[in-house]
């Protein structure tokens, strides 16, 4: 029941937005606004706050390996297709790799191993790789590719000022040496944080209603291997690496499930921030969220 509220408010926000849109209360710049408020304040303060209060044990190799190398697995596939196959260029690439890989762990991610798994410490892993690697280095290309710098110290500028990184750097540095950010100080940034999902969800579901309609944009082989590596193979790969690792029971569901969890609506943010991929982040984050519910249901029923 709780897995079915949590993935129901979602769809619940995201359809407020597209009724919005539908009303014409908000247009396509009004939807561009939301997104980029998202991704320079609201996103970066809740990647802090929710990385400064999970608990990082020592005992998490095995969730590391097995989630990095579901993510790995299914990002490569995709890319190698995507640029060897069907020839599309290095942004569309990218975001398409993203999709296929990035899961929903620093939102649905938490409610799920806190409800159905019993540990919310299940999706630190996927967490702590999704935003301080995979993530910074997908926005240092993004950048690179709008027209930055492109030196090495260029890269390790925008690395290190990227809003999401900076927030999920302190964050980690919270969680790690156990201090609190001082009142005055942490009030503000978790009521921003606060802002970052009812935004992005808003502006995802405006997205929805001022584009052209599902499986109409041309793109439905990238949407359609997106959404079977996305909710197929990722959880395979998690389970077999995970089993191989010694995972099992509680810990061995926990991979699995987030493995299984939908595309990260922070990819079609970056895809509108960077104006790349839109219509591809925007599909596959609807389909996979619309049918990750049912695998989830059946993760939980075979390894629960």
């Known amino acids: 029941m709780d897995l079915l509220t949590g993935f129901t408010t979602i769809l619940a926000v995201i359809g407020a937005g597209a009724f919005l849109a539908h009303r014409g209360i908000i247009d396509g710049a009004a939807q561009r606004t939301l997104a980029e408020v998202s991704f320079f304040v609201a996103t970066p303060a809740l990647m802090l706050t929710t990385i400064s209060r999970l608990e990082i044990g ?158 109409r944009a041309g793109q439905r082989r990238e949407v359609v291997t997106a959404t079977v590596l996305k909710l197929a193979v990722m959880p395979v790969v998690a389970w077999a690496v995970g089993s191989a690792c010694g995972l099992d029971g509680r810990a061995l569901l926990g991979v699995v499930i987030v493995a299984g969890l939908p595309t990260a609506q922070n990819i079609f943010l970056h895809s509108t921030r960077y104006r790349v991929g839109e219509t591809l982040a925007r599909e596959v984050v609807l389909v996979t969220t619309l049918g990750c519910l049912p695998v989830a249901l059946l993760i939980a029923l075979l390894l629960g």
């Open 58 to 215: 020592a005992d998490t190799t095995a969730n590391v390996v097995a989630s990095a190398a579901s993510l790995a697995t299914c990002f490569l596939v995709f890319a190698l297709v995507s640029r060897l196959v069907w020839r599309n260029e290095g942004g569309d690439v990218l975001i398409g790799a993203l999709v296929s890989s990035y899961v929903n762990a620093g939102n649905l991610g938490i409610a799920v191993g806190a409800y159905v798994v019993g540990d919310a410490a299940v999706v630190v892993p996927t967490l702590l790789v999704q935003v301080l690697v995979v993530q910074p280095l997908s926005l240092a290309y993004l950048d690179r590719r709008a027209g930055s710098g492109t030196s090495a110290v260029s890269v390790v500028k925008r690395l290190a000022g990227n809003p999401l990184t900076i927030g999920s750097a302190i964050g980690l540095v919270l969680a790690v040496s156990g201090w609190t950010l001082p009142a005055i100080v942490g009030q503000p940034v978790a009521l921003l944080a606060g802002l970052a999902i009812p935004a992005m969800l808003l502006s995802y579901g405006a997205a929805l209603r001022l584009s052209p309609p599902l499986g």
